[in-house]
């Protein structure tokens, strides 16, 4: 059993800074990847960013380059993810995700473990 945890969301205003973390605990798993995702109301969950966890190559969707950033820990097992320059339309859950095999980044369907979402709410 693999167990992803996110922590970190909060109720902010637009403008500040947040980060999220993702620590992953249970069996050890071939990790290719770890991702976070989101979801805000009324829509369909969406790509935020991925990182490769042996080599530290992130992924970004646009809405989010150049204020978001994915890093690691993996001493700790141990994904974040800084959240800069927040806007209204990054509420949302925000969820962790690990892969295990190679494939697209930006796929939820490429994830076999999933968090259980941390939710950030950015007021205007």
């Known amino acids: 059993q693999v167990q992803l945890v996110e922590s970190g969301g909060a109720l902010v205003q637009a403008g500040v800074s947040l980060r999220l973390s993702c620590a992953a605990s249970g069996r050890t798993f071939s990790r290719i990847a770890m991702g976070w995702f989101r979801r805000a109301p009324g829509k369909e969950r969406e790509f935020v960013g991925a990182?490769?966890?042996?080599?530290?190559?992130?992924y970004y969707v646009d809405s989010v380059k150049g204020r978001f950033t994915i890093s690691k820990d993996n001493a700790k097992n141990t994904l974040y993810l800084q959240m800069n320059s927040l806007l209204p339309e990054d509420t949302a859950v925000y969820y962790c995700?690990?892969?295990?095999?190679?494939?697209?980044?930006?796929?939820?369907?490429?994830?076999?473990?999933w968090g259980q979402g941390t939710q950030v709410t950015v007021s205007s």
């Open positions: 995700a690990a892969k295990s095999t190679f494939g697209s980044y930006d796929s939820q369907h490429e994830y076999n473990y």
């Open positions: 990182i490769t966890w042996s080599s530290g190559i992130t």
